[in-house]
Nanobody, 121 residues
Framework: QMQLQESGPGLVKPSQPLSLTCTVS??????????WTWIRQPPGKGLEWMGH???????YYSPSLESHTSISRDTSKNQFSLWLSSVAPEDTAVYYC?????????????WGKGTLVTVSS
Protein backbone atom coordinates (compact mmCIF):
# COMPACT_ATOMS: atom_id res chain seq x y z
CA GLN A 1 0.00 0.00 0.00
CA MET A 2 1.51 3.28 -1.08
CA GLN A 3 1.75 5.98 1.56
CA LEU A 4 2.71 9.63 1.27
CA GLN A 5 3.74 12.00 4.04
CA GLU A 6 4.18 15.74 3.74
CA SER A 7 6.76 17.63 5.80
CA GLY A 8 7.74 21.24 6.09
CA PRO A 9 7.24 24.39 8.13
CA GLY A 10 3.85 25.15 9.55
CA LEU A 11 4.43 28.89 9.63
CA VAL A 12 6.12 31.04 7.02
CA LYS A 13 6.49 34.80 6.92
CA PRO A 14 5.27 36.76 3.90
CA SER A 15 7.78 37.13 1.05
CA GLN A 16 9.77 34.16 2.34
CA PRO A 17 10.18 30.97 0.31
CA LEU A 18 8.28 27.81 1.13
CA SER A 19 9.66 24.32 0.72
CA LEU A 20 7.63 21.17 1.33
CA THR A 21 8.74 17.59 0.91
CA CYS A 22 6.70 14.47 0.30
CA THR A 23 8.17 11.14 1.33
CA VAL A 24 6.78 8.15 -0.51
CA SER A 25 6.76 4.61 0.87
CA UNK A 26 5.37 1.40 -0.54
CA UNK A 27 6.42 2.26 -4.08
CA UNK A 28 9.03 4.04 -6.14
CA UNK A 29 8.58 7.52 -7.57
CA UNK A 30 10.25 6.28 -10.76
CA UNK A 31 7.60 3.64 -11.42
CA UNK A 32 6.10 4.20 -14.86
CA UNK A 33 2.79 6.03 -15.22
CA UNK A 34 2.94 7.60 -11.78
CA UNK A 35 2.50 11.35 -11.44
CA TRP A 36 3.51 13.05 -8.20
CA THR A 37 1.26 15.98 -7.54
CA TRP A 38 0.89 18.91 -5.19
CA ILE A 39 -2.60 20.14 -4.39
CA ARG A 40 -3.61 22.75 -1.86
CA GLN A 41 -6.81 23.87 -0.21
CA PRO A 42 -7.08 27.34 1.32
CA PRO A 43 -9.41 27.68 4.31
CA GLY A 44 -13.01 27.61 3.18
CA LYS A 45 -12.11 27.12 -0.48
CA GLY A 46 -11.81 24.30 -2.94
CA LEU A 47 -8.85 22.24 -4.02
CA GLU A 48 -6.24 23.83 -6.24
CA TRP A 49 -3.98 21.77 -8.46
CA MET A 50 -0.48 23.24 -8.32
CA GLY A 51 1.60 20.96 -10.48
CA HIS A 52 3.19 17.57 -10.77
CA UNK A 53 6.31 15.68 -11.69
CA UNK A 54 6.18 12.51 -13.72
CA UNK A 55 7.92 9.22 -13.12
CA UNK A 56 10.52 10.27 -15.70
CA UNK A 57 11.07 13.73 -14.27
CA UNK A 58 8.85 15.83 -16.53
CA UNK A 59 7.15 18.69 -14.74
CA TYR A 60 3.94 20.58 -15.36
CA TYR A 61 2.59 23.54 -13.43
CA SER A 62 -0.58 25.49 -13.03
CA PRO A 63 -0.25 28.55 -15.29
CA SER A 64 -1.16 30.83 -12.40
CA LEU A 65 1.68 29.49 -10.26
CA GLU A 66 4.32 28.54 -12.82
CA SER A 67 6.37 31.72 -12.52
CA HIS A 68 7.23 31.16 -8.86
CA THR A 69 6.77 27.40 -8.35
CA SER A 70 9.11 24.48 -8.76
CA ILE A 71 8.64 20.76 -8.21
CA SER A 72 11.66 18.51 -7.97
CA ARG A 73 12.52 15.02 -6.84
CA ASP A 74 15.22 13.07 -5.06
CA THR A 75 15.06 9.52 -6.33
CA SER A 76 17.67 8.32 -3.84
CA LYS A 77 15.32 9.31 -1.00
CA ASN A 78 12.10 8.53 -2.85
CA GLN A 79 10.90 12.07 -2.23
CA PHE A 80 9.52 14.92 -4.25
CA SER A 81 9.35 18.53 -3.21
CA LEU A 82 7.47 21.76 -3.77
CA TRP A 83 9.12 25.14 -3.69
CA LEU A 84 7.40 28.50 -3.79
CA SER A 85 9.81 31.39 -4.20
CA SER A 86 7.79 33.91 -2.23
CA VAL A 87 4.61 33.44 -0.27
CA ALA A 88 1.77 35.74 0.66
CA PRO A 89 -1.11 35.35 3.13
CA GLU A 90 -3.29 33.94 0.34
CA ASP A 91 -0.90 30.98 0.14
CA THR A 92 -2.16 29.85 3.54
CA ALA A 93 -3.60 26.41 2.91
CA VAL A 94 -3.46 22.73 3.63
CA TYR A 95 -0.94 21.30 1.19
CA TYR A 96 -1.38 17.74 -0.03
CA CYS A 97 0.98 15.52 -1.95
CA UNK A 98 -0.70 12.92 -4.11
CA UNK A 99 0.57 9.93 -6.02
CA UNK A 100 -1.49 9.33 -9.13
CA UNK A 101 -1.31 6.28 -11.35
CA UNK A 102 -2.68 7.00 -14.77
CA UNK A 103 -2.74 4.28 -17.35
CA UNK A 104 -6.09 3.66 -18.93
CA UNK A 105 -8.28 2.03 -17.91
CA UNK A 106 -6.67 2.19 -14.46
CA UNK A 107 -6.61 5.35 -12.40
CA UNK A 108 -5.58 5.36 -8.75
CA UNK A 109 -4.84 8.16 -6.31
CA UNK A 110 -2.91 8.01 -3.07
CA TRP A 111 -3.16 11.06 -0.83
CA GLY A 112 -1.01 12.26 2.00
CA LYS A 113 -2.78 13.53 5.10
CA GLY A 114 -1.91 17.11 4.30
CA THR A 115 0.06 19.74 6.13
CA LEU A 116 -1.21 23.16 7.11
CA VAL A 117 0.99 26.06 6.10
CA THR A 118 0.13 29.46 7.54
CA VAL A 119 1.64 32.58 6.02
CA SER A 120 1.76 35.29 8.63
CA SER A 121 4.15 37.80 10.08
Amino acid sequence: QMQLQESGPGLVKPSQPLSLTCTVSGGSITTSYYWWTWIRQPPGKGLEWMGHIAWDGRTYYSPSLESHTSISRDTSKNQFSLWLSSVAPEDTAVYYCVGQYWRLPTNMDYWGKGTLVTVSS
